[in-house]
């Protein structure tokens, strides 16, 4: 007898003619045919079984068993029922021989048809493992669509339910777009404006769902007209911490369309909203009573062609001076006096510093002699003066105050400035690297095992010149091949760098570099492209 279990065979029934799987090793009939046939109780085992003989009683099985002669095993010796008569063993032994010879051809793998893994196969004429022999046996086959064992949805197109779905959802999308509608004409527009950017060729259910929850969206909140990038966040829904799908669906359909009418000019960029956003941060931890005040500063910054970080470095200065004027009482400019700035800058250059704690102090200019305790651990005698800011920082607070008062007095708010005077900055010095330190530094760039980028920025530094500026916004070149099996140029074999040209603000109006391509020169080849490689 075979040590493997008997393959299942595709038959053609010898009863009803169909073609299906045999239910029985020795016969050509299907499972319901078997069933219709008359049955009776064999005498030998007590089963209601088909084909029981009417001479001896007796089912084609226990016929089988009853034929069986009585000999001695050959591999246990001893006196039995013969179950394998080809080789004279027993039954017992017979189940020990298949089960050893089993194990043994579990051990040689054969690689599966389906799965295409290294495994045993299940079955004697085909290569499958277990695994997809029961996938296929439960109706799973192998999706055209992603190639992995599903349940075929589409038997036509051997798809499973998924991939039917991401090819239909091109045609569903479609129809949904062309028959979108909203009470609001502005929200219609602006999701007509969305669906042109649609990739109809990467469309699939995951696009389709994103666009129709974007489209439920549109249809009941109403949009602020003209939109700008504050109006958008403020329609951003919130993420909550389940249930996120669907929400960041929509703030993604709500950013792109931000960035779509960035592109058409409709609205500022990216960019240029956050940096201008950072800016007016610090008005917010003003006083109350002064940010309207502050608002019309900065929109006087703004109309002066100001950038976004100096502006900061206004408001973040103006903050720090009403929030230390509003501890003292003080809301109104007319209130400020001279002395009262003076005492102010007293608290930038000084601070009472703990040597028990090491915790910090504010000065106050009117009671010049220490404290008598720490107001943080108590300690007695334990505060001494200690310098607060450079001298550099409390120059930038005054001519930023001077600017401000001096803004207030052009526009009547105030008689006078009560900032008295303007330091003058200290003189520029340049500092000069020893020669030494120069050729060391170039002689580090060419080395072999020098750090690629420190060695990059140190040849754009010393031979270039490139400020931190041009540093930060250098870009690579970019070159789109013609076709797709041609690969895109490196930068050793483009050989040159993109450095944009800065926008002119109201402190530096130079016109910066003549080129914005800054090309490598070509005797230093041999040692910077493998640089660059």
């Given amino acids: 007898m075979s040590p493997r279990p008997h ?24 499972r ?70 089993r194990n043994k051809d579990k051990q040689i793998k054969v690689t599966c048809s389906v799965c295409g893994e290294l495994r045993s196969s299940n079955l004697l004429g085909r290569a499958i493992c277990n695994a997809c022999w029961r996938a296929e046996r439960n109706g799973r086959r192998i999706c ?13 197109k051997q798809l499973c339910k998924q991939c039917y779905k991401d090819q239909q959802a091109p045609k569903v999308l479609r129809r949904y777009v062309t028959d979108f509608t909203t009470p ?10 969305l669906a042109t950017t649609i990739d109809w060729e990467a469309v699939d259910q995951k696009v389709d ?21 504050e109006h958008i966040e403020e329609a951003l829904p919130s993420l909550g911490p389940t249930n996120r799908n669907q929400p960041k669906q929509i703030r993604a359909c709500l950013l792109d369309l931000g960035y779509v009418l960035c592109a058409k000019g409709k609205l500022e960029s990216w960019e240029t909203y956050i940096a201008r956003r950072n800016a007016l941060s610090p008005i917010k931890q003003a006083p109350q009573r002064i940010q309207g005040l502050l608002h019309r500063y900065t929109n006087w910054l703004w109309e002066r062609r100001t950038v976004p970080a100096n502006v900061r470095d206004h408001l973040e200065a103006l903050a720090s001076f009403w ?13 400020v006096q001279a002395a009262l700035v003076n005492d102010y800058l007293q608290t930038l250059y000084w601070q009472w510093h703990c040597s028990t704690c090491h915790s910090m102090m504010t000065f106050d200019p009117r009671v010049r002699e220490a404290p008598k305790n720490c107001v943080h651990c108590s300690t007695i005698g334990s505060l001494t003066k200690q310098k607060r800011y450079a001298q550099n920082t409390v120059r930038a607070h005054r001519a930023k105050l001077f600017v401000f008062f001096d803004w207030l007095k052009i526009n009547r708010m105030v008689v006078a400035n ?41 040849y754009l530094i010393i031979f270039h010149a490139c400020s931190v500026w041009d540093l930060q916004h250098g870009e690579l070149p970019t070159v789109f091949s013609m076709r797709q099996d041609i690969p895109p140029p490196k930068l050793a074999d483009a050989y040159y760098v993109i450095i944009p040209k800065p926008a002119p603000s109201l402190g530096d109006r130079s016109p910066g570099r003549p080129d914005v391509r800054l090309d490598f020169p070509a005797k230093a080849a041999p040692w910077l492209k493998p640089l660059l490689t």
């Avoid at 065979?9 to 009939?29: F, H, S, W």
């Avoid at 609001?184 to 404006?193: E, I, R, T, V």
């Fill in 323 to 335: 929030t230390w004027c509003a501890q003292r009482g003080i809301y109104a400019p007319e209130e």
């Fill in 7 to 30: 393959q299942l065979r595709q038959i053609t029934c010898e009863v009803c003619g169909q073609e299906c799987r045999a239910e029985q090793k020795d016969r050509d009939i299907c």
């Fill in 32 to 101: 319901d045919c078997l069933r219709k046939e008359p049955s009776s109780r064999c005498v030998r085992c007590g089963l209601m079984k088909h084909r029981v003989a009417e001479e001896t009683g007796l089912c084609p099985r226990c016929s089988h068993m009853v034929a069986r002669p009585i000999g001695v095993c050959v591999r246990c010796s001893l006196s039995k029922v013969i179950y394998n008569q080809d080789e004279q063993l027993c039954e017992t032994c017979n189940d020990l021989v298949r089960h050893h010879m």
């Fill in 144 to 156: 055209l669509g992603c190639n992995m064992l599903k349940v075929i949805h589409v038997q036509a």
């Fill in 184 to 193: 609001s004409p502005y929200n219609k527009g602006l999701f007509d404006l």
């Fill in 418 to 458: 009560p900032v008295q005077r303007k330091i003058p900055a200290p003189p520029p010095t340049i500092q000069h690297y020893p020669p030494e330190v120069m050729k060391q530094l170039c002689t580090y760039i060419t080395l072999p095992d020098a750090d690629p980028v420190e060695a990059l920025i140190l």
């Fill in 209 to 229: 769902r994103k666009v129709r929850a974007f489209g439920r969206f549109m249809q009941t909140q109403q949009l602020k007209e003209p939109l700008t990038w």
